[in-house]
């Protein structure tokens, strides 16, 4: 999703920042685990489909993705690189045709250190307070894996709760409706959040793509070079 290509949000543990062809190297790490597949319902990818799945991402309106970053980390003077400060991402689908008001929330907090912590609580915190303000969503819905009991519990103390459960699909469903008190509670737990511009404004340009710098053939530049990534193929 382009809207939120150049904004970060800033909380107390976690910082979220959009999610760029910087960061695929590490997520491709990560989801070798077997593990985080599983749970996360994900398939193993090649590094060049990691790359053209963040493409793709980056323009899906009805994606929205942050990488979750550990703020004391990102926030340490010299700056390390992004890369090592990565714990994890949160995601919000907008696929429901029949009600854009409905966004599918998912978060993994890919780093087994940084688990148990509050960061993917805070993330789907900021996540839900982002799609609110800026999305116009008033419900939220979360499908975890019936196993996966510390996420159940999580999004129970955010005020989920549970709608259904498969056993088709070994997983429960978790919904919330954001009334008005819902809101309020919501904007109170994220008060302390500071929304900034991505790197002061210094996010890779949109003209100047990895695709166009890297293109040394004598023929024209690919259509499908958008953004801070292209579409690779293998032709």
Known sequence: MRLNQNTVLL??????????????????EWMKSEELRHLTASELLTLEQEYEMQCSWREDEDKCT?????????????????????????????????????????????????RGKGLGTEASLLMMSYGVTKLGLTKFEA?????????????????????????????????????EAERQWLLEQTSHVEEKPYRAGLAEPVTATLCEQNWNYPLPRPDNCIGDKCAVSSG
């Open 143 to 179: 499908k975890i894996g019936q196993e996966n009991e510390p996420s159940i519990r999580m999004f129970q103390k955010l005020h989920f709760k549970q709608v259904a459960v498969s056993n088709v699909f070994q997983e429960v469903t978790l919904r919330l409706a954001v009334s």
């Open 11 to 28: 909380g107390k543990k976690v910082a979220l920042v959009p999610y760029t062809s910087e960061h695929v190297p590490r997520y491709h």
């Open 66 to 114: 942050f990488i979750v970053l550990d703020a004391a980390k990102w926030q340490a003077q010299p700056r390390p690189p992004e890369e090592s400060c990565m714990v994890g991402d949160v995601n919000l689908f907008l696929t429901d045709l029949e009600d854009p008001t409905l966004g599918e929330i998912e978060v993994m907090i890919a780093e087994p250190s940084c």
